[in-house]
Each structure stands twice: as C-alpha cells, then as structure tokens.
C-alpha cells in the first residue's frame, strides 16, 4: 500500500472510445471528435456525451434536439483529429470532407465513411459547468452488412476503430479478443 | 448509400473500457464490473456511470454520496467477470477477493491490485428509468510508480486495461499506439 501514489482529481478512464458526434448548424451538418460518450441505459437504449458548451456543435444540439455518434475507423484518424483542429466557429466546413446521409432523424447528420453511427434524440441536457450531458435516446444504428459478424452484430475487428487515452493524448488500436463477458468468471476460483 | 443498414436501436459505442466500481452496502465494500463509465467534464473533473438502479452497489452510493472506479488489469480479467456474475445481494463477499483500501474519502473503497483508482463524490444522480446515472467528482487519482511513464502520466501499456463489447459481449485487449491526438490532425490534407 505504501507504494501507492495519489496524481490529484484529474484522473481518466483508460481508454476512452473515439466519436465523431454529428448536429446541423445553421450552416449545415457538423463534426466533431469527443471520446467522453459511452451507453447509460439498456431500454430505452440512451448514451451520454460530455461537450464543452462553447462548441459549434453543442448549439446545434440544443436546437434541434438531436445528434449523431459515429465511430470513425483508423483509416480516418488524421481525419478525426483535423475536425478536432478546426471549428465551425472559425469557418471550417468539416462537413465536406465526408459523405454525409440521413437516418431516421431530419438533424442528425451521419458519415457514410465510418462503419456504425447512432443515431439519437436528446433525452435530457444535464448542466455541468464549463460542459454539458447530451444524454441521447438511440434511435437508429447505420452499418453495413460488411462490418457484421457470422451472427449479425458489429464486429470490432471488421470495424477498427480507436481510442484516446488522457492526459498523454494518444490513439490506440484495439487488439486482440481475450475473453467473454458474463461467461469467463466461471472459471474463477474464490479464494476462501 | 445503399449499403447502409439499420440495427435499430439497440447500438453500442466500441469500445467501452472496463472498470469495477466500488461502493460501501452495510456488509462492507463491494465491487461491481461497469464498462458505462467515461470522463464528461475536465473542470471540475467529474465522470458518469450508467448502472441498473436495483444493483446493490446503487444502494451503497445513493447512502454515502461516494464511490470509486477501479480500472482492472487483463489479469483481473476472469476474477472481474466473476464480479458481474455475483452479486452482493445474493450473499457474495466480492471485496473478500481483494485488498481494499482507501483514498482520501471515507466511502470509496479501492482495489489495490488495480493499476488505477478513482475515488469520486457524488455530483448528482440523473434518473433515467431503469438505471441512473451517477455524476461524480473525482477525488483523487491512486496509482503507482510502476504504471506511470516517463511524463509522470498513467501508461495504458504499462497498465493493461480491457475493454468491453456489446451485444457481443467480447473483452478486448489495447493494441498498438498509432497516433498523437490534437497533433496527428495537422498532417491532413483537407479535400476542397
């Protein structure tokens, strides 16, 4: 226990998983990177996403009541992070460089180029300070059958895509299968 | 465009990172698997956790406004499963498997044979139905000098965090680093 070290309050969940969340803005569809989302809820299925209020995308979220998660694969990383780069507010159109399609939704922009993209509504805004909570409903779940495995879900290893970690700000690659969920405790022994 | 299918609404983001969150119920601390875990805020530095309202470890933290999120090792990979498979409602002494400790808060119990622990207060709870989100605080960030890199940051490779994929319900190892973040963008080429 002595060997044990305290960094401070600011510590990250390692990893964290790389988004594209797509809104409309008054000058069309936008992007941009976040990796703070993830699901909160089985049924209604509902993800968060913690933003920075001042982003071009959180307005257009907040008009129009809905958002898009796409998860780019690790061909677009230079990609992902040049949206990161630049802002709507500072005149980049980032939409220009994806195939943008609709879902279910009339204002939650999707990129074709990535292998999934959910689709959602705003189930509430939670208020946090300098960000807000986007927690969304999932409406629609875009792939292609090509990123599905034998037994028709996404398959990770088909998708590719990839995490950030903090505060050291790197990329990874996803790696190998070394396990299944609600299955590999079997074999655990307690100890007495 | 054609190609594009949907899955309806039951998507997932890929991937999401395995913790065990921790709480204190009336028979001690116990310890719960939870991969709906991200960061949402920098400053404060809160995260969100997603967890199914009749969970004993819900109970624990709604009682003492404190929890942790421990982030296991692929070591811990079967003995975390098992966590998911038992729970303390049904009589399962879970922390009796590790050495717990504590941090700066009274009510975040911590497993030292995680590489990283953060212990949090509650911010807020947001009830979405059959699960709530806990908002937390982080508190303190407990490691050690062995996980961290030459910078004095947590080094995922040193680490050796899982993650989680659903509906598959697979665990995945961390790859390889292929990219700097707020940096890889700057060498692409935007297409007029």
Redesign the interface.
């Known amino acids: 226990?002595s060997?044990?070290?305290?960094?401070?309050?600011?510590?990250?969940?390692?990893?964290?998983?790389m988004?594209l969340v797509g809104a409309d803005l008054p000058s069309g569809p936008n992007f941009m990177p976040i990796?703070?989302?993830?699901?909160?809820?089985?049924?209604?299925?509902?993800?968060?996403a913690?933003m920075?209020k001042t982003h071009a995308t959180n307005a257009g979220i907040r008009e129009h009541g809905e958002f898009s998660?796409c998860?780019p694969d690790?061909s677009m990383?230079?990609?992902?992070?040049?949206?990161?780069?630049?802002s709507a507010l500072r005149g980049a159109d980032k939409a220009?460089?994806f195939?943008v399609?609709r879902?279910?939704l009339a204002h939650a922009p999707l990129v074709?180029e990535c292998p999934?993209c959910?689709e959602c509504t705003v189930?509430?805004v939670?208020d946090?300070?300098?960000?807000e909570?986007f927690?969304g409903?999932?409406?629609?779940?875009?792939?292609?059958?090509?990123y599905l495995?034998d037994?028709?879900?996404?398959?990770?290893e088909k998708?590719r895509?990839?995490?950030?970690?903090?505060?050291?700000?790197?990329?990874?690659?996803?790696?190998?299968?070394?396990?299944?969920?609600?299955?590999?405790?079997?074999?655990?022994e307690?100890?007495p």
Chains 1, 2 share one sequence.
């Not at 993830?38 to 968060?48: H, M």
């Not at 409903?137 to 090509?146: L, S, V, Y």
């Not at 990839?162 to 074999?187: C, H, K």
Request: charged share 20%; hydrophobic share 40%.
């Open positions: 226990m060997s044990r070290i305290d960094l401070g309050p600011q510590g990250f969940i390692y990893p964290m998983p988004t990796a703070w989302v993830n699901r909160v809820q089985f049924n209604p299925p509902r993800l968060a913690g920075g998660a998860i690790e990383l230079e990609l992902t992070d040049w949206c990161g780069l630049n220009s460089q195939e399609f879902g279910r074709s999934l959910l189930h509430k939670v946090l300070g300098s960000h909570l927690i409903e999932i409406a629609g779940t875009w792939t292609e059958q090509r495995d037994g028709g879900n996404p398959d990770i998708m895509p990839f995490m950030l970690t903090m505060p050291d700000n790197r990329y990874w690659r996803v790696g190998a299968q070394i396990g299944r969920a609600w299955a590999a405790g079997r074999s655990y307690p100890r």
